[in-house]
């Protein structure tokens, strides 16, 4: 008679953890690795994501580019990989993570550079070449941690002055944020960010498009990894991230989209006709969070119109 309670209690037991995995929209979440640098715009396309798949959910891994290919190989772990640089993509392809990389066709969008410095730019940058001067502090970032340090390195060596900005360095960042965060404090006097990281900081900050001969045009790609536990959600996922409507939500946020003619190093190479209007875009923006007299509408900001708003309704509601 024991031998038959103790049977039931399994089965029930069993019966109960199925429910907990299998039941009704409950699900295994995805495991996203993202660059930090992205978090804005994946969070919104994640929420677009949802909204169109109940019960699916998506956990992110944000953090500075260096970081994932050591995750990875030690966890064997995650569902999609959009690192802030293609260079480390290529590692996570080159240890056969990753199997099935377009680079022509999963390209998601561009991170472009810009030079960012406090409000009121005390040490008047308007160059690159303004790095070197005496005096200036300057943000670099650590290249083996985030891809903005790598070009960093890239930018000031093209313009003949590397070994004088690492001189006036005064502070190194682990993640991109980091560098607007120091601008923004006034604790550094300028430094170089993707574009997409200068417009989180329109009120605190001033943005200066850099001469299109140093203007790094990065490529951001996305890929399934080869051990993704739920291939075929990951890919619709991914889909989303790469169709015209992803598109869209990426230059909301500042990025590139579509063609931008490039040379060999990555710099853009049109003289800058192709980000001509995204640079536009993100300097009136910066002004209008400055000075709410200041036009605003879809002529003047572009797409961007949404953060100004954001950042205006949270400058508001803190003051």
Request: charged share 25%.
């Amino acid at each position: 008679m024991m031998w038959r309670i103790l049977y039931t209690v399994f089965v029930l037991s069993m019966v109960g953890i199925g429910g907990m995995v299998c039941g009704a929209g409950q699900t295994e979440p995805l495991l996203f690795h993202a660059g930090v640098g992205q978090r804005s715009s994946i969070d919104e396309i994640r929420d677009l994501f949802l909204s169109r798949n109940p019960g699916t959910e998506v956990n992110f891994s944000y953090k500075g580019s260096g970081y994932f290919i050591a995750d990875i190989t030690r966890s064997r772990e995650g569902d999609l990989y959009m690192p802030g640089e293609e260079f480390y993509l290529l590692q996570a392809v080159e240890r056969g993570f990753i199997t099935d990389y377009d680079p022509q066709r999963d390209i998601a969008a561009y991170f472009v550079t810009v030079i960012i410095t406090p409000k009121g730019n005390p040490k008047n940058i308007q160059r690159i070449e303004d790095f070197a001067k005496p005096g200036v502090r300057v943000g670099l970032a650590n290249p083996e941690a985030c891809a903005i340090g790598i070009w960093h390195e890239k930018i000031f060596k093209k313009a003949g002055n590397w070994d004088a900005v690492k001189r006036n360095a005064e502070f190194s960042a682990k993640c991109i944020p980091e560098l607007g965060n120091a601008a923004q404090h006034k604790m550094i006097d300028a430094a170089v960010v993707w574009a997409s990281t200068a417009v989180l900081y329109l009120r605190d900050i001033e943005i200066i498009p850099m001469e299109p001969k140093y203007r790094g045009i990065v490529r951001l790609p996305v890929a399934t990894l080869k051990f993704s536990k739920r291939p075929h959600t990951a890919q619709t996922l991914k889909n989303l991230i790469l169709s015209d409507e992803g598109k869209k939500v990426f230059v909301s946020h500042a990025y590139g989209v579509g063609t931008i003619p490039r040379d060999e190093e990555g710099f853009e190479n049109d003289d800058g006709k192709a980000t001509e209007q995204l640079m536009t875009w993100l300097v009136n923006a910066s002004k209008a969070l400055k000075d709410e007299s200041v036009r605003t509408d879809e002529k003047a900001v572009g797409p961007l119109i949404k953060e100004v708003e954001r950042q205006r309704k949270t400058s508001r509601s803190g003051s």
